[in-house]
C-alpha cells in the first residue's frame, strides 16, 4: 500500500466581505478616475474661486485695518515681518527662488563723501580732539 500524506491547510476565503480593506479597494475599483479634461476642469473651478476669495478679501474693511495694525507693530518693532508672511510657503514650489535676506545693508559711500557706520563715528571722535 501506498501512503498518502495528507496535510491540513487552513483555507481562507479570498473575497471576505468583513475585511475593510478590501471592501475600500474594491469600492475604489470602481471609481472612474478623472480624465485629463476633468482635472483641468476642476483646476480651473479651484483657481477661480481663489481669485474670488482674493478679490473678497482684498475688499473688507477687516483686511485693511489689519494690514495697518501689521504696519503700526513692523514700525514699531513689535513684531517681525516673518511672522506676518511665511517665507518658506512663499518661496517654494517649482519656480522656488531664493528667499532674501532680511538684513539691513548699507549702500557703498560715494568718493566724496565720509563712510557711515562705526568707522565714521571713529572719525567723528578723531575730529573732535
Request: net charge negative.
Amino acid at each position: 500500500g501506498t501512503a498518502v500524506a495528507t496535510t491540513t491547510t487552513k483555507k481562507e476565503p479570498t473575497d471576505r466581505t468583513d475585511d475593510p480593506v478590501r471592501m475600500y479597494l474594491r469600492e475604489m475599483g470602481s471609481v472612474e478616475l478623472l480624465s485629463r479634461e476633468g482635472e483641468i476642469a476642476i483646476a480651473k473651478r479651484i483657481e477661480a474661486g481663489r481669485e474670488t476669495m482674493i478679490a473678497g478679501l482684498c475688499e473688507s474693511p477687516l483686511t485693511f485695518q489689519a494690514i495697518i495694525i501689521w504696519r503700526d507693530e513692523l514700525n514699531e518693532s513689535k513684531i517681525l515681518l516673518r511672522e506676518i508672511i511665511d517665507l518658506e510657503a512663499t518661496y517654494a514650489g517649482p519656480e522656488a527662488k531664493q528667499a532674501p535676506v532680511v538684513e539691513r545693508i548699507e549702500e557703498a559711500p560715494k568718493a566724496d563723501e565720509k563712510p557711515r557706520g562705526r568707522s565714521a563715528a571713529r572719525d567723528e571722535e578723531d575730529d573732535i580732539t
